[in-house]
């Protein structure tokens, strides 16, 4: 059986938990559109699990994944209106 792939979209606060949890057991693509973050989180030792996650901003890389979450932020109004 082949080995599933989780996308997180989105690697900040609530994002990159998943992916690292995520990769405990499977593989992840770990998307984010700042290119600094993605950078220094591909050339960080963070945890025992690195090669199971690959750090991006291609979003074309995103389509490879068997499922895909998304953790960004939702936009609110001032008064906390979505």
Do not use: C, W
């Not at 030792?45 to 750090?55: C, G, K, S, V």
């Not at 979003?59 to 008064?79: E, G, R, W």
């Amino acid at each position: 059986m082949k080995h599933k792939t989780v996308s997180v979209v989105g690697l900040g606060y609530v994002g990159l938990p998943l992916a690292d949890a995520f990769s405990k057991h499977l593989n992840v693509i770990g998307f984010d559109i700042d290119e600094e973050k993605t950078r220094n989180l591909g050339n960080n030792n963070r945890n025992n699990n690195e090669d199971n996650i690959e750090f991006t901003t291609d979003p074309s890389l995103i389509k490879q994944a068997d499922f895909v979450i998304i953790a960004v932020p939702t936009p609110v109004t001032k008064s906390n209106l979505i």
